[in-house]
């Protein structure tokens, strides 16, 4: 059975304080690592998909990249709009598995 | 492309009740998913449609869950004989079916339980 562990379930940042939030995942045949964004009362909004060990994407101030067995999301010089849950899932058929999530939340 | 709407946003119901929520995708999207979610938790695979066809039922889903998509369109899924377990944010997500494809989600029906 897939299992994508994500940490730490939450995390406070002062604005500019760099930080990384982990996935980690356990599945047979992986096609995409997902990462959405999620804000309270909302449905998650897709950020970026990551497909072999090595690759990177950015958006803003937003970096993932991939490992054949974790994938991180790098927050460089948050600002309090970037306050969300992030949500990692990986994707083996047609279907996302999602982890629980980090909450960050970005002190002005 | 107007997003997937979902209705009601909330929804608040008498255990025993029968609900149903709706979904509209993304039009042209030929996949159509249902999660769940729970507070502090990531969304859970509910069930797939590919069209019209519903293609895959998690364990999850109980036999007083269904779910239907007439004609590959809008869906819709109902509980009946609600419990307080039920209580959590359903999901909709629509994508056109390309390989490795992301999920475009709604902003979810919030069910309460009493």
């Known amino acids: 059975e897939d299992q994508v562990t994500q940490s730490p379930e939450a995390l406070r940042l002062q604005e500019g304080e760099s930080s990384s939030l982990n996935c980690s995942y356990t599945?047979?045949?992986?096609?995409?690592l997902f990462w959405y964004r999620q804000d309270p009362g909302k449905g998650p909004e897709f950020l970026f998909t990551?497909?072999?060990a090595g690759e990177e994407k950015e958006k803003e101030r937003l970096k993932a990249t991939l490992t054949k067995k974790e994938s991180f999301l790098h927050i460089t010089a948050p600002k309090p709009e970037d306050s969300a849950t992030y949500l990692c899932?990986?994707?083996?058929?047609?279907?996302?598995?999602f982890g629980a999530g980090t909450t960050v939340t970005v002190r002005a | 492309d107007t997003g997937v709407s979902q209705d009601p946003r909330h929804k608040i119901t008498k255990r025993g009740q029968n609900v149903t929520f709706r979904c509209d995708p993304i039009?042209?999207?030929?996949?159509l998913y249902w999660y769940r979610q729970t507070l502090g938790q990531g969304p859970e695979f509910l069930t797939y449609?590919?069209?019209?066809?519903?293609?895959?039922k998690s364990r999850l889903l109980s036999d007083r869950f269904s779910a239907e998509r007439p004609k590959g369109s809008f869906s819709t899924l109902e509980i009946q004989r609600t419990e307080q377990g039920d209580s959590a944010m359903y999901l909709c997500?629509?994508?056109?079916?390309?390989?490795?494809?992301?999920?475009?989600f709604g902003s979810g029906t919030q069910l309460s339980v009493l």
């Open positions: 997500a629509s994508s056109s079916g390309a390989t490795n494809e992301k999920l475009f």
């Open positions: 599945v047979s045949g992986l096609r995409g």
């Open positions: 990551l497909y072999s």
């Open positions: 899932a990986v994707q083996t058929d047609y279907k996302l598995s």
């Open positions: 039009s042209e999207h030929n996949r």
């Open positions: 449609f590919q069209n019209e066809a519903q293609l895959e």
